[in-house]
Protein backbone atom coordinates (compact mmCIF):
# COMPACT_ATOMS: atom_id res chain seq x y z
CA UNK A 1 0.00 0.00 0.00
CA UNK A 2 0.93 3.56 -0.55
CA UNK A 3 1.52 6.01 3.08
CA UNK A 4 1.33 9.69 4.88
CA UNK A 5 2.89 10.34 8.59
CA UNK A 6 4.93 7.91 10.47
CA UNK A 7 6.01 9.36 13.72
CA UNK A 8 6.75 7.37 16.91
CA UNK A 9 10.27 4.62 15.97
CA UNK A 10 9.29 1.14 16.50
CA UNK A 11 11.54 -1.86 16.84
CA UNK A 12 10.99 -2.91 13.64
CA UNK A 13 10.08 -7.16 13.24
CA UNK A 14 11.53 -6.91 10.01
CA UNK A 15 15.01 -8.17 8.64
CA UNK A 16 17.45 -6.78 6.83
CA UNK A 17 16.30 -5.19 3.53
CA UNK A 18 17.96 -6.84 0.48
CA UNK A 19 17.67 -6.35 -3.03
CA UNK A 20 15.00 -3.79 -4.69
CA UNK A 21 13.03 -5.41 -7.02
CA UNK A 22 10.59 -3.52 -9.97
CA UNK A 23 7.19 -3.40 -9.01
CA UNK A 24 4.96 -5.40 -10.72
CA UNK A 25 1.51 -3.64 -12.01
CA UNK A 26 -1.97 -4.16 -12.10
CA UNK A 27 -2.71 -6.12 -15.37
CA UNK A 28 -0.32 -8.72 -14.85
CA UNK A 29 -1.92 -11.70 -14.11
CA UNK A 30 -0.02 -12.57 -10.91
CA UNK A 31 -1.98 -9.66 -9.32
CA UNK A 32 -5.26 -10.98 -9.95
CA UNK A 33 -5.46 -14.39 -8.92
CA UNK A 34 -5.10 -16.56 -5.50
CA UNK A 35 -1.45 -16.49 -4.68
CA UNK A 36 -0.17 -20.09 -3.72
CA UNK A 37 0.18 -20.81 0.10
CA UNK A 38 3.54 -20.49 1.61
CA UNK A 39 4.52 -24.35 3.22
CA UNK A 40 8.29 -24.04 3.10
CA UNK A 41 10.15 -21.52 5.76
CA UNK A 42 13.56 -21.94 4.22
CA UNK A 43 16.57 -19.23 2.86
CA UNK A 44 14.56 -19.14 -0.54
CA UNK A 45 11.43 -17.63 1.88
CA UNK A 46 14.12 -15.04 3.56
CA UNK A 47 15.75 -13.85 0.21
CA UNK A 48 11.85 -13.11 -0.44
CA UNK A 49 11.40 -11.65 2.01
CA UNK A 50 14.10 -9.26 2.90
CA UNK A 51 13.52 -8.12 -1.20
CA UNK A 52 10.04 -7.09 -0.50
CA UNK A 53 11.21 -5.20 2.45
CA UNK A 54 13.74 -3.41 0.20
CA UNK A 55 11.37 -3.16 -2.56
CA UNK A 56 8.90 -1.49 -0.23
CA UNK A 57 11.15 1.28 1.44
CA UNK A 58 12.71 1.62 -2.07
CA UNK A 59 9.09 2.27 -3.48
CA UNK A 60 7.92 4.50 -0.09
CA UNK A 61 5.34 2.33 0.95
CA UNK A 62 3.63 0.62 4.18
CA UNK A 63 2.96 -2.12 2.59
CA UNK A 64 3.91 -5.09 0.18
CA UNK A 65 2.57 -8.08 -1.36
CA UNK A 66 4.53 -10.81 -2.88
CA UNK A 67 2.75 -10.84 -6.03
CA UNK A 68 3.82 -6.88 -6.18
CA UNK A 69 7.52 -8.04 -7.08
CA UNK A 70 6.01 -10.75 -9.16
CA UNK A 71 6.32 -13.75 -6.82
CA UNK A 72 3.34 -16.20 -6.48
CA UNK A 73 3.07 -16.92 -2.69
CA UNK A 74 0.82 -16.26 0.07
CA UNK A 75 2.97 -13.35 2.09
CA UNK A 76 3.16 -9.85 3.24
CA UNK A 77 5.45 -7.50 4.63
CA UNK A 78 4.28 -3.61 6.18
CA UNK A 79 5.80 -1.12 8.04
CA UNK A 80 2.35 1.16 8.46
CA UNK A 81 1.61 3.37 11.69
CA UNK A 82 -1.89 3.16 13.13
CA UNK A 83 -4.35 5.77 13.94
CA UNK A 84 -2.04 6.76 16.83
CA UNK A 85 0.79 6.77 15.15
CA UNK A 86 2.23 4.21 16.63
CA UNK A 87 4.50 2.13 13.86
CA UNK A 88 3.19 -1.34 13.44
CA UNK A 89 5.65 -3.83 11.04
CA UNK A 90 5.81 -7.34 10.46
CA UNK A 91 5.67 -10.26 7.85
CA UNK A 92 2.63 -12.16 7.18
CA UNK A 93 2.31 -15.49 5.40
CA UNK A 94 -1.04 -17.06 4.80
CA UNK A 95 -2.68 -14.40 6.08
CA UNK A 96 -6.75 -14.73 7.33
CA UNK A 97 -8.42 -11.30 7.72
CA UNK A 98 -11.42 -10.76 10.29
CA UNK A 99 -13.05 -7.32 10.32
CA UNK A 100 -15.64 -6.28 12.52
CA UNK A 101 -19.41 -6.89 12.13
CA UNK A 102 -22.82 -5.16 12.55
CA UNK A 103 -22.65 -2.33 15.55
CA UNK A 104 -18.71 -2.81 15.86
CA UNK A 105 -18.30 -1.72 11.80
CA UNK A 106 -17.51 1.80 10.92
CA UNK A 107 -16.16 2.55 7.32
CA UNK A 108 -13.44 4.80 6.69
CA UNK A 109 -13.40 6.49 3.50
CA UNK A 110 -9.84 7.91 3.24
CA UNK A 111 -7.76 7.90 0.52
CA UNK A 112 -6.46 4.44 -0.67
CA UNK A 113 -3.10 4.08 -3.31
CA UNK A 114 -1.38 1.11 -4.42
CA UNK A 115 2.14 0.59 -5.60
CA UNK A 116 1.72 -1.53 -8.18
CA UNK A 117 -0.73 1.83 -9.62
CA UNK A 118 1.67 4.19 -8.58
CA UNK A 119 1.52 7.91 -8.12
CA UNK A 120 -2.64 7.90 -7.50
CA UNK A 121 -4.74 8.28 -4.66
CA UNK A 122 -8.94 8.22 -4.51
CA UNK A 123 -11.60 7.61 -1.38
CA UNK A 124 -12.10 3.55 -0.69
CA UNK A 125 -14.29 3.27 2.29
CA UNK A 126 -13.49 -0.14 4.61
CA UNK A 127 -13.39 -0.64 8.21
CA UNK A 128 -11.51 1.16 10.60
CA UNK A 129 -10.48 -1.49 12.33
CA UNK A 130 -9.03 -4.96 10.87
CA UNK A 131 -6.92 -8.05 12.26
CA UNK A 132 -5.12 -10.39 10.59
CA UNK A 133 -3.55 -14.12 11.83
CA UNK A 134 -0.80 -16.26 10.10
CA UNK A 135 2.68 -17.38 10.40
CA UNK A 136 6.25 -15.44 9.88
CA UNK A 137 8.93 -16.41 7.76
CA UNK A 138 9.76 -18.77 10.17
CA UNK A 139 6.58 -20.27 10.87
CA UNK A 140 5.61 -18.69 13.83
CA UNK A 141 2.34 -17.79 14.59
CA UNK A 142 1.68 -14.01 14.37
CA UNK A 143 -1.16 -11.76 14.82
CA UNK A 144 -1.37 -7.69 13.81
CA UNK A 145 -4.35 -5.65 14.36
CA UNK A 146 -5.18 -1.95 14.25
CA UNK A 147 -7.00 1.74 13.28
CA UNK A 148 -6.07 3.50 11.19
CA UNK A 149 -4.04 3.16 7.96
CA UNK A 150 -2.93 0.13 9.50
CA UNK A 151 -6.23 -1.21 9.30
CA UNK A 152 -6.57 -0.10 5.76
CA UNK A 153 -3.23 -1.50 5.38
CA UNK A 154 -3.36 -5.34 6.43
CA UNK A 155 -6.72 -5.07 4.39
CA UNK A 156 -5.22 -3.77 1.39
CA UNK A 157 -2.36 -6.78 1.54
CA UNK A 158 -4.55 -9.70 2.46
CA UNK A 159 -6.54 -8.55 -0.74
CA UNK A 160 -3.22 -8.76 -2.72
CA UNK A 161 -3.11 -12.34 -1.18
CA UNK A 162 -6.09 -13.71 -2.96
CA UNK A 163 -5.94 -11.42 -6.28
CA UNK A 164 -8.13 -8.35 -5.42
CA UNK A 165 -6.83 -4.78 -6.17
CA UNK A 166 -8.42 -1.91 -4.37
CA UNK A 167 -9.37 -0.79 -7.91
CA UNK A 168 -11.67 -3.47 -7.70
CA UNK A 169 -13.52 -2.30 -5.01
CA UNK A 170 -14.54 1.42 -6.02
CA UNK A 171 -16.74 2.55 -8.40
CA UNK A 172 -16.57 2.90 -12.08
CA UNK A 173 -16.21 6.75 -11.93
CA UNK A 174 -13.58 6.63 -9.06
CA UNK A 175 -11.80 4.08 -11.30
CA UNK A 176 -11.47 6.40 -14.27
CA UNK A 177 -9.99 8.81 -11.81
CA UNK A 178 -7.23 7.03 -10.84
CA UNK A 179 -6.58 5.78 -13.95
CA UNK A 180 -6.46 9.81 -14.53
CA UNK A 181 -4.08 10.70 -12.05
CA UNK A 182 -2.04 7.85 -12.90
CA UNK A 183 -1.60 8.46 -16.47
CA UNK A 184 -0.28 12.00 -15.45
CA UNK A 185 2.20 10.97 -13.02
CA UNK A 186 3.31 7.81 -15.00
CA UNK A 187 6.53 9.68 -16.16
CA UNK A 188 7.81 9.31 -12.44
CA UNK A 189 7.46 5.26 -12.73
CA UNK A 190 10.03 3.58 -15.41
CA UNK A 191 9.25 0.12 -15.71
CA UNK A 192 11.59 -0.64 -13.55
CA UNK A 193 10.75 1.48 -10.79
CA UNK A 194 12.05 1.21 -7.78
CA UNK A 195 15.48 0.12 -8.23
CA UNK A 196 17.94 2.18 -7.95
CA UNK A 197 16.30 3.65 -5.21
CA UNK A 198 17.85 3.58 -1.85
CA UNK A 199 15.80 0.92 0.69
CA UNK A 200 15.71 3.07 3.89
CA UNK A 201 13.11 3.07 6.13
CA UNK A 202 10.68 6.06 5.00
CA UNK A 203 8.35 8.47 6.78
CA UNK A 204 5.37 8.08 4.39
CA UNK A 205 1.50 6.08 2.44
CA UNK A 206 1.20 3.68 -0.22
CA UNK A 207 0.28 -0.18 -0.40
ZN1 LIG B 1 -1.33 -2.54 -3.38
Redesign the pocket.
Known sequence: ?APGRLACAVVSELPAPGTVRPVTRWGEPVMHRTLQPVTAFDDELATLVADMVATMYAAEGVGL?AS?IGVDRALFVFDCPDDDHVRHSGVVCNPRLTLPSGDDRNLDDADEG???FPGAFVPCPRPDWARVDGVDQAGAPVSHEGTGLLARCLQ??TD?VYGT??GDRISTKARRRLAEAQEASAHEFPPDWPVGISAEPHEGDS?
Open positions: MAQCLSHEHVFV
